[in-house]
């Protein structure tokens, strides 16, 4: 961390075409006026990942462009990261405070705490009304009691993925999978898919099944939680006969229509989740089996807590991340980049399908 004053940059990409970005760079750091009850935080790191090319892909579908808005045309893609207060104007945040959340891809962003309390606060910015809590929180790392600070990229990597595929899961099992004997996942390389293949696997009630790239196929088969991989080309090598549910992190629509277009009536339920295709992306009309159902994570949460209650929810979610955390180290690879060309050669890579799978990106606007 730095305390340095520093001018401040956003990553803007084009909302009708994501490979259209620029950087750009308004006041500094100390030319920032805050209003009474504002907070200035400085993004010191973030997590880029497959996921957050979903974000910009229903960028407006699913009002991921909500959260920090940009001049016209453009958008700032949400990223989980770090951020350290730099000045304040609300007794919620001290300077020098470090909390985790959600972020543009920014190196500043200033908030509205409300709702404060030991554990952090919420964003009460008036663009963030309507949008869903869960988003909205930032925590203290004094009081997280799963915070380390020598696995923070792990926690922007993986915990807000985890959180989805342990969500997945619940959702899944919550339903008895619908009647099938076999998940399909769609972008099984990404680290969403392999959060819920391992929770998947560690149940052993359905068999797994990931569907990917041949670049990747030896990768995924080496994670050791899947009981198949399959090439996209090669849907059809998979029994038909098999009552299956497909969980859609890829958001292709050809290969949505491949699976669908297999199984039929075999096919259970269709999950959609996520676009790392997103240059595929595709719609579930006339296609035979169900229609695609698109997962809304706060959905979940929001009835667990109510069947649960909010504790035992957490509880359930540290007990299965911290066993997820184990293999996870075996083969995760932190590749940290600084400074806007960074932070964009890391985006395109993304965007092209040119990221390696066994890494995982470590951001930051500032050099």
């Excluded at 990229?153 to 076999?182: C, V, W, Y």
């Excluded at 159902?293 to 504790?311: C, E, M, S």
Aim: charged share 20%; glycine share 10%; proline share 6%.
């Amino acid at each position: 961390m730095t305390s340095s004053p520093a001018a401040a940059l956003d990553f803007l990409v084009h909302k009708d075409d994501l490979k259209t970005v620029r950087v750009a760079s308004a006041l500094s750091e100390g030319e920032i006026a805050l209003r009474d009850g504002e907070v200035l935080m400085r993004v010191d790191k973030f997590a880029f990942t497959s996921n957050n090319v979903t974000y910009a892909a229903f960028g407006d579908a699913m009002s991921y462009w909500h959260f920090f808005p940009a001049p016209e045309g453009w958008g700032r893609i949400p990223v989980w990261g770090f951020g350290d207060v730099v000045a304040s104007r609300s007794d919620a945040a001290r300077v020098g405070e470090r909390f985790y959340g959600y972020f543009p891809m920014s190196s500043h962003l200033v908030v509205w705490p409300e709702r404060p309390s030991p554990a952090g606060f919420s964003d009460g910015a008036a663009h963030r009304k309507g949008l869903h809590p869960v988003y909205n929180q930032y925590a203290r790392t004094t009081a997280d009691p799963g915070y380390d600070p020598k696995r923070e990229a792990e926690q922007m990597l993986l915990r807000p993925l985890f959180i989805t595929s342990f969500l997945i899961d619940d959702f899944l099992a919550d339903n008895a999978f619908f009647g099938a004997k076999s998940v399909i996942l769609s972008s099984a390389s990404s680290k969403t898919a392999y959060g819920t293949a391992f929770l998947l696997h560690r149940r052993k009630a359905v068999g797994v099944v990931g569907l990917t790239s041949p670049s990747n196929a030896a990768f995924v088969q080496r994670l050791g939680c899947y009981d198949r991989v399959v090439a996209y080309d090669d849907v059809k090598a998979l029994p038909v006969a098999t009552p299956t549910v497909y969980v859609d992190m890829a958001g292709s629509g050809p290969v949505r229509a491949a699976v669908h277009g297999h199984f039929g009536e075999s096919l259970k339920h269709s999950c959609a989740v996520g676009g790392t295709h997103w240059d595929e992306l595709g719609g579930g009309r006339d296609l035979p089996g169900p229609k695609p159902t698109l997962f809304f994570a706060p959905a979940q949460i929001k009835k667990r807590n109510a069947d649960w209650g909010a504790a035992t929810l957490q509880k359930r979610i540290a007990e299965a991340w911290l066993a997820f955390l184990t293999p996870v180290a075996g083969w995760m690879r932190i590749v940290e980049g600084r400074g806007p060309e960074a932070v964009e050669r890391v985006y395109r890579d993304m965007l092209a399908g040119r990221a390696k799978p066994d890494e995982g990106h470590i951001l930051s606007l500032r050099a």
